[in-house]
């Protein structure tokens, strides 16, 4: 592996004190439906941009129509998503604003945290580098996303 590769875990915000390693971080993300072909190299790499955010209950995350600059992923919480094409409730270990960061489109949904939350944040310019420069996690996130669609059409 790169020597690059940031080890000491993200923060998003100063005031928060880490806690998850990169392997914790790299293990939740191997639950989640959009990662879960990714190899454990991959996921680690995954981990490493990643940052840990904390959202009080009520609190925005973003707003519908809003440019998608990160994607997240619920360690422990509620989230619930609500727009003019989308609405639903999530809970850990599920990924939410993946689409719209894949599209590079507006954001289909509001999201606001239900109740305290705990989540990994992965900003849109360090995914988009991440998968430039590494064709195994662009294959297996093609692969799932190809899934889901032919899954949809069958159904």
């Keep these: 592996m790169s020597d690059q590769i940031p080890f000491q875990p993200l923060l998003c915000s100063s005031s928060l004190k880490a806690r998850l390693t990169a392997l914790q971080r790299a293990e939740i993300l191997r639950g989640v439906e959009i990662f879960s072909r990714a190899t454990v190299e991959d996921l680690i790499l995954l981990s490493t941009i990643s940052c840990e955010i904390q959202l009080n209950a009520g609190e925005k995350i973003f707003a519908e129509g809003e440019i998608a600059d990160a994607l997240y992923i619920i360690v422990e919480g509620k989230v619930e998503l609500r727009g003019s094409a989308i609405s639903g409730l999530l809970g850990p270990y599920e ?8 599209s590079n489109e507006p954001r289909y949904a509001s999201a606001r945290a239900l109740e ?3 989540a990994l944040k992965i900003r849109a310019h360090d995914f988009f580098d991440l998968i430039s420069q590494n064709a195994e996690i662009l294959q297996s996130l093609f692969k799932l996303l190809i899934e889901k669609l032919t899954s949809n059409e069958k159904n």
């Design 95 to 102: 990924a939410f604003g993946i689409y719209a960061v894949l």
């Design 116 to 118: 305290d939350t705990f």
